[in-house]
């Protein structure tokens, strides 16, 4: 066998010797120890490097000092340029760009189509995956015994008892229900960030406390984080982890940081008295109910007296000097602030900034909105330090070493982009193949200084963060950082267009896809825990369950990796606010209402049976059997309202699909241009011999995805899909 000779452009800004890392090379090629082996230097910036014995390869580019590449995959001889592009000659001499050429027809692969769930450990592409997203306080309660009520947003029933713990679900209702979302179909699970939290609202997660920690309040005996984490992956699941970068709750860092506060059991609210508050579970005052000390901190870093206050006094009524006042407390309506908020000018500077709150036009704007605090209970950390940097990256190794699969990053333009990616390399690095994506919420289409009505420049649209250049009017000034964002650009035009019934201008979107620097790696979803398609991106998607269906029609057959957010598969909460709105909500009237009476054994069937959750049930059977759907760009676009079509071609898989979608009414859809041969649909199982041009039937709400070769039909008939 021949050897595998692949060329790399040394990007500006990278050290002289560059290396390759390289992992699972077919047939009996090497395995390079990180950071790789030297590759051999050529002229003008290119470099070489030959494997012995090998037909393909997965491997990385770096320099040894905190640059390099994202994950590639050959298996073929190439040239990888400045620019992320590969060609099958060195660029300049004879250019042919493999990344969009197609290959000749006796040389693509003869296309497989397996709906089995493949072992984790053999699915080294994220792509392959679709995401089931949940707060897994809300999911599933496996544990009574470890629920907790936070301070704020307490549920009461009418005799007055407080009812609906903040922390309900845990690690143990969800291995109870892991088999619901495997049958459901999906393939990763993204849950919120399991560090242990601290705030007066704080189920969430992302109010991280202490990052080396997990939650007591989600772990049980027998359902420990690692135990989650080892009976997902034999059931063929992935765990995504959320993590937290930007801020830290209004607490500090146990063991690292101690933002200054007089402890919680010491507050009596104005025209009260100490031992007379009754707030549900918080019977005399507000400090922790669950713990015998009745406080919320126990941070070995902070000051002594803080520390000896924690240990004893639990009914807070021994005086109390504040020490910054000289007052005396328990005092009714003292200062709340002394308590609960955060002077910016008081925080240590070695692990805070200290430029004030976001406010005003500072959401628009970089520098404000990378160094102020997001709110009071999220305080900005000063991400540039090296301090602050081994911390985190230290912290979340752990938790990639226990098996972690893929991590979701919170607040992404919040943390200057460069600074950002020294974190997502270092866990690249750490754990070679990981799949890092990130959330940077925008409600529009997130072009920055490349226009569309954009308001904020490109330092803090999504694109910019998939990019390593520095032009914020040319994103392919440089290539692909290797960190994917959640695709809120896509999402921003569902409130114009599913939403109302239509597809009408989807194509807009679409035809900027170049911005990114790996479309087909952006994660695509109808809405979250923070946003939904209507009115103000607020609610969860109110419209009828046609249009969902269409809408899930579009996300699992364009290209990006598709993601769910708890019951959407049965309308859960339909048109509920995500997020709670007014002074006296509480999660039970919100989209992050407790989800796991719709899991109990007694009604868990009828769940299933919703028409939703079958249709998404099939969309992810398809997608699953079909390469070209998990992997390749988007081609022959084209919209019209009521519908759409376009081609999906992965050359590498041998694999060549040309899908069409209608939705509110049947569609006859036409392509011209396609290959030539053999084509069966997914969904009806019709066969056409085409010569160029395919023409073929869809009624409303349901997709046409014809395979070149294809397997045929794939799943059952539902209401949408037939």
Known sequence: MSDLILHFERRPGWGSIVRAYVWDAQPIGPRTDWPGVPMEALDDDWYRISLPGTRSAHLVFTDGEGHQTHDHFRDADGWLDARSHWHDHRPGHRVRSVKSAEAPPDSRPVPSFQTELRPVAERSDFREETIYFLITTRFYDGDPSNNFFCRDRIQFDANGNPVDPHWRGDFKGLIQRLDYIRDLGFTAIWITPPVENRSGLDYHGYHPYDWTRIDPRLESPGATYRDLIDVAHAKGIKIIQDVVVNHSCQYGIRGQVHVDHLPIKYYVPQGSEQGKVDHGPYQGHLGNYAWPNRDDIDNPVAPQWYRERHGRDPEGIEPLVDHKTGETVPKPGYHPGRFFGVDPHDLDPEWYHQEGF????????????????????????????????????????????????????????????????????????????????????????????????????????????????????????????????????????????????????????????????????????????????????????????????????????????????????????????????????????TGRAYFGDHLSDGRLAKTQAHPLYRHIQRLNLIRRAIPALQKAGLSHLAEWGSGMRFVRDHPQSGTYVVVGLAIGSDQEIGIDGVRPGVYRDAVTGREQDCQGRLLFHVKANSAGIYVLDGPGKIGEDGVYLR
């Open 358 to 589: 976001i406010c005003g036009g500072d959401w628009e704007s970089p520098h404000p909105l990378q160094h102020k605090h997001l709110a009071g209970d999220c305080i900005d950390l000063a991400t540039e330090r090296h301090n602050v940097k081994d911390y985190l990256i230290g912290s979340i190794n752990r938790y990639l070493d226990m098996g972690v699969d893929a991590l979701r990053i919170d607040t992404v333009k919040h943390v200057e982009r460069d600074n950002l990616l020294e974190y997502v390399n270092a866990w690249k690095s750490h754990k070679p193949g990981l799949f890092v994506f990130g959330e940077n919420l925008v409600k529009g289409y997130g072009w920055g200084d490349l226009g569309g009505g954009d308001n904020g420049p490109s330092q803090i649209r999504p694109w910019w963060y998939t990019r390593i250049g520095h032009d914020p009017q040319d994103p392919e000034s440089g290539g692909d950082s290797g960190f994917p964002q959640l695709d809120f650009g896509l999402f921003s035009t569902f409130r114009d267009t599913v939403s109302k019934g239509t597809y009408s201008g989807t194509a807009q979107i679409l035809g900027m896809d170049w911005i990114y620097g790996d479309v087909t790696q952006l994660v695509t979803f109808l809405q979250n825990h923070d946003v939904g398609p209507d009115n103000d991106f607020k609610y969860r998607f109110k419209g009828d369950q046609w249009m969902a269906a269409a809408a899930y029609n579009l996300i699992w057959t364009v290209r990006g990796i598709p993601c769910l957010y708890f019951g959407e598969e049965i309308e859960f909460m339909k048109g509920a606010p995500q997020d709670v709105e007014g002074e006296r909500d509480t999660l039970h009237q």
